[in-house]
């Protein structure tokens, strides 16, 4: 992990291939830290407890999918 000291509207740049992602910093407040992200189209930008929540209640439903299809095709789940 790269770490970085940046002051108000100072920013980060990364270049990759598929273009380049700019991140400043907006503001400082109360213990918050407010970033502005830019980013080509190709990139999907999303928080990370986001990532978290979604990937739970992916397995859940393919746990559920994988019940309901035991049970239609007759197959105990015990």
């Known amino acids: 992990m790269l ?6 509207n100072q920013g980060v740049l990364i270049k990759g291939k ?8 907006i503001e400082i407040d109360k213990g918050k830290v407010r970033l ?3 980013a080509s ?3 999907s930008i999303i928080r990370e407890e986001l990532v978290s ?8 439903s393919a746990l559920s999918d994988l019940e309901n299809i035991k ?3 007759g ?4």
Do not use: C, T
């Open 75 to 78: 197959e105990s789940s015990e």
């Open 71 to 73: 049970r239609f095709i």
């Open 41 to 43: 189209k190709g990139y």
């Open 3 to 8: 770490v970085l000291s940046r002051k108000k």
């Open 18 to 25: 598929d273009g380049d992602i700019r991140i400043v910093l």
């Open 53 to 60: 929540e979604i990937e739970g209640a992916n397995k859940m």
């Open 36 to 38: 502005g992200i830019e």
